[in-house]
């Protein structure tokens, strides 16, 4: 289920895409894909030395990547050398893929077919797009609308007033009203006087038994995807950005936000109105006290508190001096 592709991609060789570049192996374009996930005939790109040990190992037939990183690269792939990578991926992808930097509305939307859909159930106005594929027993409310090629499960319960694109969705999941599942994330490159926006190619994967109360938005990836894992539970209004994965049996409090590439290990609880640096790794088993800014990586096991979130003896200890001093 995790294969499917919501984006159409036009065939390009890399030797197009980079003409003044010296190109060792030419090949067409397969996709475009993070270091860890990328095959011979993928690009990839790196562009942070935190992800050296990943950059070592990639399988990618060729990488977008700064003459300073270039040294962790294998020298059998093709290694394109440019000054800034992520607009020089942004220009890429928005040859490859045409239309995934706006979120088009889907024109194919129409009320479901009752002879398709026997075992599901729909309230009034929902409006479904082509392919859309649905488990039995699930129930869908008033106002919804699901776009083409998107997958619900079995016995799941989408509220009134949800906008579903884009998505990949397991079976028991709840989604509250008023969700939005799969609209394209926050990204784009400033240079003067324009900004180049950042076309978001991923999805989003929703595991088993997940609940997303109301009003929250979950981002869809923009080159990797956006994970939730099995009986994780999200608390109202909360902001999943592109490209976070959020592991199993976590409980995410009200108007807690992730920013884009924050990894959440197991059973993490996070109290209300948190938030969470991009790029970061929460170990499994964290605790984070509500209203706490995460700025750094958390290992597994801990709880922190404050901005920046701090282990919470150090947050309480640093509390009652300031208390003694008042």
Request: hydrophobic residues 35%; aromatic residues 8%; charged residues 20%.
């Amino acid at each position: 289920m995790s294969k499917v592709s919501f984006f159409k991609k036009k065939k390009i060789t890399l030797k197009r895409l980079f003409p003044n570049q010296n190109i060792n192996r030419d090949f067409i374009i397969n996709d475009v894909k993070t270091l860890q996930s990328a095959q011979k005939n993928d690009l990839s790109f790196f562009d942070k030395s935190s992800y050296s040990s990943t950059a070592l190992k990639t399988n990618a037939g060729a990488c977008i990547t700064t003459e300073n990183l270039r040294k962790y690269l294998d020298k059998r792939s093709n290694i394109i050398v440019v000054k800034n990578v992520l607009y020089e991926l942004a220009i890429i992808l928005n040859k490859i893929y045409s239309f995934a930097d706006i979120d088009y509305p889907d024109l194919s939307l129409k009320k479901p077919s009752a002879t398709k859909y026997q075992s599901v159930k729909f309230g009034n106005n929902v409006l479904i797009g082509k392919n859309v594929k649905i488990g039995k027993n699930t129930l869908i409310g008033s106002n919804t609308i699901i776009e083409s090629n998107v997958v619900i499960g079995q016995s799941c319960v989408i509220g009134y007033g949800n906008y579903i694109r884009n998505s990949l969705i397991g079976d028991r999941v709840v989604t509250q009203d008023n969700c939005k599942l799969g609209q394209k994330g926050f990204g784009f490159i400033p240079i003067k006087n324009k900004n180049i926006k950042f076309p978001h190619i991923g999805k989003v994967i929703i595991d088993d038994d997940v609940e997303i109360a109301s009003g929250c938005t979950i981002d869809r990836g923009s080159v990797d995807d956006t994970l939730i894992g099995k009986n994780t539970y999200l608390d109202n209004q909360v902001h999943i950005a592109h490209n976070v994965k959020i592991g199993s049996n976590c409980m995410i409090a009200g108007q807690v936000g992730f920013a884009g590439s924050s990894q959440i290990g197991n059973s993490v609880s996070i109290g209300g109105q948190a938030g969470v640096s991009g790029h970061l790794k929460i170990g499994n088993d964290v605790k984070i006290g509500g209203g706490s800014g995460v700025v750094k990586n958390i290992e597994d096991n801990q709880i922190v508190m404050g901005y920046p979130a701090v282990p919470l003896k150090d947050f309480m200890k640093k509390n009652i001096k300031k208390n003694d001093k008042k």
